[in-house]
């Protein structure tokens, strides 16, 4: 081995594998080993092979073909500045998820200099991302085998998709990001009077449940249990970075969808961005405002669509079948994912506030617009958590357990307002969480007097890392406050 390694560093060949193939092929590892969730589509793929591969190395064989006869300096400079080129954008590619083209264009005028001076040396630059590569192979092969072929299915048969509705009243479900409940709004951390907004809802015929709270923190771990009535416990504690299958369980896959489809329903999904449709998912919606050509290849959720009016015409386009709507808005949203430099708590709980103003307009808008368009529509708005207005940032929350009950208020206190007919009331004061929300639905639509399944309203946070690392229950099936490791 080491007289080949020497041979190859000391020849004069260039091999067009090493310079156009090896440094996609590492970015794509290390992608696919951190961020898989994400790009685990075969269109996405596809596109990876071809700009991250394909091209490189055809660009390199072309250019070694048409170079042949000039020199082997010339050769070499030309080598190293494709090697280099190609494994800077590659690998800013899958880190930023973005071109930064100011930064392609400086690295093109690097990768050329510095090849001129020290050119003959790329080679042992190569043998390092050869063995980057088999490292992350090796990696991504474990990744996997223990997190994707042998992953626990964490959703049973709970016959939520098998119920029969006896009344078929369109249903719409509003879901605003990060709309912090009333019992957090009045802690010293918010400290928001959401009156005027109570108040309004009040008038177009909302009832409130201040006490709601999600049983998880984050957008994509609450609505799989939201569409599934099920509890996944952070995939019994394997979780990583995001639900495996998160994405294809909330647009498809799920108890609630089933259920819906198997009595009649015609289904839409409106989406401000698309953040939900990231992987290219199976869509199991009647229709969606997002067209496949709309969504990003590399990982990319803003789209900011006018999700009012697409409301506005998808109610004007209705057929006669019952209708379910579910209405996703990425407003008002919670605190930055990481610190900033200029960040404080008492900033971004600002920030935070001003956009939910403009989220309850919205909102009073919508439902306006709902209510004089189907009087005797089931109208929904159930946040998916809260603001976490009161951490330095969202991700602080997973980083060790807390007992302070106004921390976690800011992760699980979420707003739940709902229109429904007088005798929906008592089925109403059962919805407690996230986990509640459908199958007391379900209960009412098939006029069963009893919940079929039993429902833990438990809160529960992960804690990623550290001697402490495990998950938690920060609020008991009561909706009293507790820091209790249960794995």
């Not at 067009?16 to 961020?35: I, K």
């Not at 591969?53 to 070499?76: A, D, E, V």
Request: glycine share 4%.
């Amino acid at each position: 081995m080491k007289d080949k390694i020497l041979s190859y560093l000391n020849n004069n060949n260039h091999y067009w594998w090493t310079v156009g193939l090896l440094p996609g092929m590492y970015a794509m590892t290390y992608l696919y080993t951190n961020n898989y969730t994400l790009v685990n589509s075969w269109t996405q793929f596809s596109y990876l092979v071809l700009t991250m591969t394909i091209i490189p190395s055809t660009i390199t064989i072309l250019g070694n073909f048409l170079l042949r006869n000039k020199s082997q300096r010339i050769k070499t400079i030309f080598n190293s500045s494709v090697f280099i080129i190609t494994a800077g954008i590659t690998l800013s590619l899958v880190i930023y998820f973005r071109y930064r083209w100011k930064g392609i264009i400086l690295l093109i005028v690097a990768a050329i200099v510095v090849s001129w001076l020290i050119g003959k040396h790329y080679k042992k630059g190569v043998l390092f991302l050869a063995l980057m590569t088999l490292i992350g192979i090796a990696q991504f092969n474990y990744y996997y085998f223990t997190k994707i072929i042998n992953k626990e299915q964490w959703i049973t048969n709970n016959n939520i998709s098998e119920t029969t509705f006896i009344k078929k009243p369109n249903i719409y479900l509003i879901q605003p990001d990060g709309y912090a409940g009333k019992i957090a709004l009045l802690n010293e951390y918010y400290n928001y009077d959401n009156s005027l907004f109570y108040d309004q809802m009040s008038e177009l015929g909302f009832k409130f449940n201040h006490n709601y709270r999600s049983n998880y923190p984050s957008t994509l771990s609450s609505n799989i249990t939201l569409f599934s009535g099920q509890h996944h416990f952070y995939e019994n504690g394997t979780m990583i970075n995001e639900p495996i299958d998160a994405r294809e369980i909330i647009m498809e896959n799920n108890p609630v969808l089933k259920a819906f489809k198997s009595n009649g329903y015609f289904t839409t999904a409106i989406l401000q961005h698309r953040y939900l449709l990231m992987n290219h998912p199976a869509i199991g919606y009647d229709r969606i405002n997002i067209s496949e050509d709309e969504l990003a290849i590399i990982p990319n959720h803003e789209l900011n669509k006018d999700y009012i009016s697409e409301l506005e015409k998808a109610l004007s386009t209705e057929n006669s079948q019952p209708q379910f709507y579910f209405i996703e808005i990425l407003e008002p949203g919670h605190i930055p994912n990481e610190m900033g430099k200029d960040t404080s708590i008492k900033k971004e709980r600002d920030k935070y506030i001003e956009k939910l103003k403009s989220t309850n307009e919205d909102l009073i808008q919508m439902t306006s617009m709902i209510t004089n368009h189907d009087p005797n529509a089931i109208v929904v708005i159930a946040a998916d958590h809260g603001g976490f207005v009161g951490f330095n940032y969202s991700t602080e929350c997973f980083i060790e357990p807390s007992n302070k009950t106004y921390l976690h208020q800011a992760i699980f206190s979420a707003l739940l307002t709902i229109k429904a007919p007088t005798e929906f009331q008592s089925y109403h004061n059962n919805i407690k969480s996230t986990i509640s929300v459908f199958p007391t639905l379900f209960n009412y639509l098939a006029q069963d007097s009893v919940t079929k399944n039993k429902l833990d309203n438990s809160s529960y946070q992960l804690i990623k890392s550290g001697t402490q690392r495990g998950i938690y229950k920060y609020y008991d099936e009561n909706g009293i406050p507790v820091t209790e490791k249960i794995q």
